[in-house]
């Protein structure tokens, strides 16, 4: 097995491990945060990938998976902020 198959196992399953946060979490605001760690360790990921099989693309794919990312990070909690009327 190779570092970088092992980096992208343990990526995968701390993942699913947020997955518990964004569907039993006690706030919008913790779910909102593990949905932004699993997009992190997605973007990781496709990183870990395009070292592993040597292609440029999935760097590309990458960076535009972490601009959504950001963006949609950055809508939600202006959503919620609204919703909740400025209260964490």
Sequence with gaps: MNIITAIITILGITALLTLYRVFF????????????????KVVSIMVAAALLFRRNIYMDVALVYAIIGFVSMIAISKFLETESGGKR
């Design 25 to 40: 979490g006690p706030t919008p605001w913790d779910r909102l945060i593990a949905v932004n760690l699993i997009s992190s």
